[in-house]
């Protein structure tokens, strides 16, 4: 989602026709803005939400929560998905 684009869009649309709520993970929360990942959680959540809306997305069914990266520490790393 840096940023979102139409394929990610479709991928979300695709998935709200197989469940009732869809939860978003991103990553990398709370890590510095680099060239690879530019933007901040709060802003790709928020590109997120603007683009479903313009691709009439019901976004009230859709859930984003940040999760923080934990590198060569893939137990921890999935703790925090299962605590999301």
Not at 8 to 22: N, P, R, Y
Not at 53 to 61: A, F, L, P
Request: aromatic residues 6%.
């Amino acid at each position: 989602f840096q940023p979102v684009h139409y394929g990610h869009l479709q991928v979300i649309k695709e998935a709200l026709e197989k469940t009732d709520e869809l939860i978003i993970i991103l990553g990398s929360h709370n890590k510095a803005p680099t060239c690879r990942n530019p933007f901040t959680t709060q802003e790709r959540a928020e590109m997120i939400r603007i683009s479903c809306d313009e691709m009439r997305i019901d976004r009230n069914r859709v859930h984003i929560v940040p999760v923080e990266d934990h590198p060569y520490n893939l137990n921890r790393w999935i703790e925090g998905v299962h605590a999301a």
